[in-house]
C-alpha cells in the first residue's frame, strides 16, 4: 500500500527512525493489512480495530505486544489524516487487552543463605560475595550496582549506600552486616585486580568496571555450582530484599523509598507476595486449614 510506504519513508527522513524502529513499524502495519484483508485501511472503523485486537488476543499474543501494535496504528493514521481527508483516527481510543501483572520472582531466605554462605575460596569469589551481599542487603538496581564506585557513596562506617537510581533520583539504603563485611573484605583485596586509575567498586579480570552482563553471569555460574535448582537472575535478589523486608516490617513506605519507586502502586506488587507467604502459613498453622 502506497500509504504505508510513504508513512515508512517519513519516518526514516523526517524524524531519522533508526532500522529497528521502522522493522518493527513495517511489521505491524503488515499485520494491520492483513487483518483489513480486501478493505482499504483507509476505510477502517473503530470497530473493526477493536475486533482486530480481539482477534490478536484470541491467538495468544500478550497484551503489550498487542499495546504496541496499537500504538504503530494510532501513529500511522495519525499521519495519514495529516496528508488525507481521514475522517478519524479509528485506532484511537482502542485499548489492548489489560497486562496480567506477573509476581516478581524471589528467593526464600534459606535459599539465600544456600547461596551466599559459603566464604570465598579466591578474588573472584571476593568480589562476587561483595556484589550479591551488597544487591540483596540493599535492594539495588543492577545497573546502580554497576555503577558504584570507591568513595563516599559507600560508607562502610556507617553501614550505608548511596546510589544514583531512575531519573537521577538519589537515595541512601542501609547496607546489613554481613554485607558490609564482604565487602571490606572485597576492598582489602581489590588492589591485586582493579587497574591504578580504575574508580569502579567492582572491577572485571581485566581491572576495569565490571559490566552488568557479567555481573549476570556470575549470578548464574554461583547458583548453578550452590545447586540451587533454578535459573537467578540480578533482580530475584532485588525483589527478595523487598519481600523479605515487608514481611518482617510490613512497612509499604519504607520499602518504597529503598527500592527508589516513584510510585507506591509500583511497590504494592510485593504485598501480592507477602500475602502468599502468609497464606502459606496460615495453611500450614491453622488446625482447621491443616491437611490429615
Not at 12 to 36: C, E, G, I, P
Not at 133 to 156: P, Q, T, V, W
Not at 160 to 189: C, F, I, S, Y
Not at 204 to 229: D, F, Q
Request: aromatic share 6%; glycine share 4%.
Amino acid at each position: 500500500m502506497a500509504e504505508v510506504a510513504d508513512f515508512l519513508a517519513a519516518l526514516a527522513h523526517q524524524r531519522n527512525a533508526s532500522v529497528h524502529t521502522l522493522a518493527a513499524y513495517r511489521a505491524d502495519l503488515s499485520t494491520l493489512q492483513q487483518l483489513a484483508a480486501e478493505k482499504s485501511l483507509a476505510a477502517l472503523l473503530p470497530a473493526d480495530i477493536r475486533r482486530f485486537a480481539m482477534q490478536l488476543h484470541s491467538r495468544g499474543q500478550s497484551a503489550r505486544s498487542i499495546a504496541r501494535k496499537l500504538s504503530a496504528w494510532r501513529s500511522f493514521y495519525r499521519w495519514l489524516g495529516t496528508h488525507t481527508a481521514l475522517p478519524q483516527n479509528p485506532a484511537q481510543g482502542v485499548s489492548p487487552p489489560k497486562r496480567r501483572r506477573d509476581l516478581p520472582k524471589t528467593l526464600s531466605p534459606d535459599q539465600l543463605g544456600q547461596l551466599l554462605d559459603k566464604p570465598a575460596e579466591n578474588l573472584l569469589e571476593l568480589r562476587d560475595k561483595a556484589m550479591f551481599e551488597l544487591f540483596y542487603s540493599a535492594g539495588l538496581r543492577l545497573a546502580e550496582l554497576a555503577s558504584l564506585d570507591c568513595g563516599g557513596r559507600l560508607d562502610l562506617t556507617s553501614g550505608e549506600v548511596t546510589v544514583t537510581g531512575k531519573r537521577d533520583k538519589t537515595r541512601t539504603v542501609p547496607v546489613g552486616r554481613l554485607a558490609v563485611a564482604a565487602l571490606q573484605a572485597w576492598l582489602d583485596a581489590r588492589p591485586a585486580l582493579a587497574a591504578s586509575c580504575e574508580t569502579a567498586l567492582f572491577v572485571s579480570r581485566r581491572g576495569t568496571r565490571i559490566s552488568p552482563r557479567t555481573i549476570e553471569m556470575r549470578l548464574t555460574r554461583w547458583a548453578t555450582a550452590r545447586e540451587l535448582g533454578q535459573h537467578v537472575h540480578p533482580h530475584m535478589l532485588r525483589h527478595s530484599f523487598a519481600s523479605h523486608v515487608l514481611q518482617s516490617s510490613g512497612d509499604l513506605r519504607a520499602v518504597q523509598e529503598m527500592l527508589g519507586h516513584s510510585s507506591i502502586s509500583t511497590t504494592q506488587v510485593y504485598t501480592h507476595l507477602d500475602y502468599q507467604h502468609l497464606a502459606k502459613v496460615y495453611d500450614a498453622a491453622h488446625p482447621r486449614a491443616r491437611k490429615k
